[in-house]
């Protein structure tokens, strides 16, 4: 009679946690081409798939503050007077997108982590950042790494919106960052950025990037993992005065679907007992057109801890 006893309590305990597990959290951010956010998107404007099987939304709620936000930036040697330019405006229209009070976190790294700058006030971080200069020292994959880990250890416990905005001067990342960005995937922080790859550079060519979103390194790879956007720099199609343009266009966009995310609560059909992709459709009849918009998420959703 114990045993029995025993028996029906753990099948409970057991059918609590996979029922549990069956309701489900996923963030996505929706933007147009532009930079402007679309406004009052509900469940009916969405259709998604975990592994192949369809879920069901039940509800979708736009995010109500402004998330925490680590900055990881590269003040190495590698920059020159261009790429350091377009890196300041990037991040200058970035914290522009965002309330006056805020939670952020900048670390720069060259050959190691250099500062580490905790603010709420986004006028103070701003004016901190502006003073800011490259070091004369070169980046190594090893600080880049150790940047990474320290930003988890800043985010600690997770929280719903956690972002990342890294800006470096290489596409090149070692397998320790990349394990350490994996990690962060897992914890559901996004991650976006740019770089600006001197790698690609000849002679004396001034910089000048060429925008876009692709998916062809692995930064790139990581970020839209991630749910997040990244922006490769083409060093050999711009003057300097577009690039700077651009970086601060890209700095916008990016602030924008750090900021303006909804939160989908999803019912599985059954539990995610490993990384499951994850396929988040805007319907066609949702505001806005296709050709106009794209949306970012998480491309895997991962078991329930």
């Known amino acids: 009679m114990y045993l029995l006893a025993l028996v029906c309590l753990m099948a409970g305990v057991l059918h609590s946690e996979n029922d549990a597990c069956l309701s489900r959290t996923t963030l996505i951010g929706v933007a147009g081409t532009n930079g402007e956010t679309f406004q009052g998107l509900t469940v009916a404007d969405f259709k ?35 790429t350091w330019a377009a890196t300041q405006g990037m991040v200058e229209e970035f914290l522009a997108g965002f309330p006056d009070v805020g939670d952020f976190t900048v ?14 006030d986004r006028a103070t971080l701003q004016g ?17 790494a150790e940047a990474v880990k320290k930003a988890n250890l800043g985010f600690g416990e997770y929280r719903q919106g956690d972002a990342e905005l890294l800006i470096t001067t290489s ?18 922080v996004r991650l976006f950025g740019a770089s600006f790859d001197q790698s690609r550079r000849r002679g004396p060519t001034l910089f000048g990037p060429g925008m876009t979103v692709e998916n062809y390194g692995p930064l790139d790879a990581a970020s ?34 750090v900021r303006n995310y909804l939160a989908l609560e999803l019912r599985l059909a059954s539990p995610v007992t490993k990384p499951e992709k994850l396929k988040i459709e805007l319907m066609k009849g949702s505001k806005g057109k296709a050709q106009d918009r794209f949306a970012t998420y998480p491309q895997e959703l991962f078991p329930c801890q």
Request: aromatic residues 2%.
């Open 224 to 257: 839209k993992a991630s749910g997040g956007l990244w922006t490769r720099v083409d060093m050999s199609r711009e003057d300097p005065t577009a690039s700077l343009r651009s970086a601060t266009a890209a700095g916008k966009a990016t602030a924008t679907l």
């Open 107 to 120: 670390l720069t790294f060259d050959d190691k982590v250099q500062q580490v700058v905790h603010e709420t």
């Open 171 to 188: 596409d090149q990342i070692s397998k320790e960052t990349e394990q350490a960005l994996g990690q962060q995937r897992v914890a559901g």
């Open 48 to 82: 998604v798939s975990v592994g192949g099987k369809a879920a069901s939304i039940q509800s979708a709620t736009p995010s109500s503050g402004p998330p925490r936000v680590v900055i990881l930036l590269d003040t190495s040697s590698n920059h020159d007077q261009s």
């Open 128 to 144: 901190t950042l502006g003073e800011m200069f490259p070091s004369g020292k070169p980046e190594s994959e090893v600080a880049l």
